[in-house]
């Protein structure tokens, strides 16, 4: 009876692993390269409904097997609307938050998010990083990472810095999103909705529903993506 569980085991073993890999494979490289905290509940219930199956001879296989399946086209469900619908999306998941701007924590930013001062400097030496004063803005991404953007005088020394042409900041901003004018970073670069339609206008971008995302640098230049596949990437110059 000993012998014939373990076969019964060993079976499954061969079994529920390549299925497992089909669906990974399935899901995309989304969910095993930034696992934000939804992926994150999908495959701790992978690995309970596996563990179950295997742990317990007694339990019925194919019930495995089709929870294993249901899950996986689940989660490549959710990913598409959260792909279609970008509130659905931030609502599931963490939002990237600033925790340092201009070499200075923000407390408040960090109590939201439950780090510790000693939390931010551990990433930061991470990325040798010793000083905070270094820092012209850190960001704590939705999978947990920290972004760092240094300050331009304590960045590596570029091309640009030989004269070679004009050295920029490298700092640019999601303005449109999803045919959606991003309010709150327009405030923050002194920037209008007005006067960014406007700039659209003039390059006969009519409508702003068409824009999948339109990024603005420090210098004001705007960068465009379409949600259409036949229209193509361009830059605008002001």
């Known amino acids: 009876m000993m012998i014939l569980e373990l076969i019964t085991v060993l ?47 007694s339990v019925d296989h194919i019930h495995t097997a089709f929870a294993i399946v249901s899950i996986a086209f689940f989660q490549k469900a959710v990913a598409k609307a959260t792909f279609k619908k970008r509130k659905f999306g931030k609502m599931i998941t963490f939002e990237p938050i600033v925790v340092v701007k201009e070499g200075k924590m923000l407390v408040d930013n960090l109590e939201s998010i439950q ?36 300050r331009p005088e304590k960045s590596s020394p570029t091309i640009e810095d030989f004269g070679l042409d004009q050295k920029a900041s490298g700092m640019s901003y999601p303005v449109i999103i999803q045919g959606m004018i991003q309010e709150e970073i327009l405030k923050e670069l002194n920037v209008t909705a007005k006067s960014l339609r406007e700039r659209l206008q003039n390059e006969g971008i009519i409508r702003i529903e068409t824009i999948f995302l339109c990024t603005m640098n420090d210098e004001g230049q705007l960068h465009l993506a379409f949600t259409r596949r036949d229209e193509t990437y361009q830059k605008i110059q002001h």
């Open 115 to 150: 780090y510790s001062v000693d939390n931010i400097l551990q990433m930061l030496r991470q990325k040798d990083i010793f000083d905070i004063a270094e820092v012209k803005i850190a960001v704590v991404e939705a999978n947990g990472e920290l972004t760092v953007k240094k």
């Open 11 to 57: 079976g499954r073993i061969v079994t529920l692993f390549p299925l497992l890999l089909i669906m990974t494979l399935y899901m995309g490289k989304r969910s095993i390269g930034q696992v934000p905290i939804f992926d994150f509940l999908i495959f701790v219930t992978l690995a309970n409904v596996t563990g179950a199956d295997l742990a317990d001879p």
